[in-house]
């Protein structure tokens, strides 16, 4: 997840109570993680241009046919 995005998540779930220190404290990145375990949109996002350029390619390719599910 991108800065941003951490930023904006420690804001909507809020900080932590410490059972050990009893004091608060900002949730760390794998805790938003684990709360808001969406895909990285980043990953989706390359994952689909690899796609789109296979896909432009053409059928002809073995690259596409892999893609598709048709290996020959």
Same mark, same amino acid.
């Given at each position: ?8 998540? *420690? ?10 220190? *009893?004091?608060?404290?900002?949730? *760390? ?26 896909? *432009? ?16």
């Amino acid at each position: 997840m991108s800065v941003f995005q951490n930023m904006v998540l *420690r804001r909507i779930f809020g900080p932590k109570r410490d059972q050990v220190k *009893r004091e608060w404290r900002k949730l *760390r990145n794998e805790e938003l993680y684990d709360l808001y375990c969406l895909p990285n949109i980043l990953l989706v996002i390359k994952s689909r241009r690899v796609m789109l350029h296979v896909a *432009r390619v053409g059928d002809k390719k073995d690259a596409y046919k892999i893609l598709v599910g048709k290996p020959g």
